[in-house]
């Protein structure tokens, strides 16, 4: 209800500020009395949500805030992917290519279908480990590339956050990164020089 409401009330105004901060609460209240630990996707929307706060403050927050706000955002997701894939590389069962087919065998994020595909054809599960190692440590490329060539970060992005919501049930990974995109859009398009 709240995040329909943001999209009447533009964060600028006083209604919309109310709007996120009551969301920041519901976000932060269900943190404390979840059962279960949180994940990646919970820290990036709290951290979404609580920047969000901070840079439309009623009488604080001027452009210049939520422009430092947006970068905030979108270099933390860029961080987000690096750490990840880092962590990925030096682990062995993502190098040897095991980690996806391993995952989908669980029975919390397993997929039989995808995990008997990967059993039958161990290159693709290969592939699979390789491709999100690579993209994601570097994946902070698609801030410096000119748009054309950063777009195939996002849309890998996508794609990825995508297939892990539809196989794995991780759902809110994908709304929780997709969010940042703007942000990274936003950044891409006020470097003031590109690699190429």
Same mark, same amino acid.
């Given at each position: 209800?709240?995040?329909?409401?943001?999209?009447?009330? $533009?964060?600028?105004?006083?209604?919309?500020?109310?709007?996120?901060?009551?969301?920041?609460?519901?976000?932060?209240?269900?943190?404390?009395?979840?059962?279960?630990?949180?994940?990646?996707?919970?820290?990036?929307?709290?951290?979404?949500?609580?920047?969000?706060?901070?840079?439309?403050?009623?009488?604080?927050?001027?452009?210049?805030?939520?422009?430092?706000?947006?970068?905030?955002?979108?270099?933390?997701?860029?961080?987000?992917?690096?750490?990840?894939?880092?962590?990925?590389?030096?682990?062995?069962?993502?190098?040897? /290519?095991?980690?996806?087919?391993?995952?989908?065998?669980?029975?919390?994020? /397993?997929?039989?279908?995808?995990?008997?595909?990967?059993?039958?054809? $161990?290159?693709?599960?290969?592939?699979?480990?390789?491709?999100?190692?690579?993209?994601?440590?570097?994946?902070?490329?698609?801030?410096?590339? $000119?748009?054309?060539?950063?777009?195939?970060?996002?849309?890998?992005?996508?794609?990825?956050?995508?297939?892990?919501?539809?196989?794995?049930?991780?759902?809110? &990974? &994908?709304?929780?990164?997709?969010?940042?995109?703007?942000?990274?859009?936003?950044?891409?398009?006020?470097?003031?020089?590109?690699?190429?």
């Amino acid at each position: 209800m709240l995040i329909i409401g943001l999209l009447f009330f $533009p964060l600028q105004t006083t209604t919309g500020w109310i709007l996120i901060s009551l969301l920041g609460i519901s976000l932060l209240v269900a943190s404390f009395i979840t059962y279960y630990g949180s994940d990646g996707s919970d820290q990036m929307s709290m951290l979404i949500v609580i920047t969000l706060i901070l840079c439309h403050m009623p009488d604080l927050a001027g452009s210049k805030l939520r422009e430092v706000g947006l970068w905030f955002i979108g270099l933390q997701a860029c961080l987000s992917y690096t750490v990840a894939g880092i962590a990925k590389l030096v682990s062995s069962e993502w190098r040897s /290519g095991t980690a996806v087919r391993d995952v989908f065998s669980t029975k919390a994020y /397993g997929s039989k279908q995808a995990s008997q595909f990967l059993q039958k054809y $161990p290159a693709a599960n290969g592939f699979l480990c390789w491709n999100v190692i690579i993209m994601e440590t570097l994946f902070p490329l698609c801030l410096f590339l $000119p748009w054309e060539y950063a777009m195939v970060f996002l849309i890998w992005g996508f794609i990825f956050h995508f297939f892990t919501a539809l196989i794995m049930g991780l759902n809110s &990974f &994908f709304w929780a990164f997709m969010a940042t995109y703007p942000a990274i859009y936003l950044i891409n398009h006020e470097m003031p020089w590109h690699l190429f």
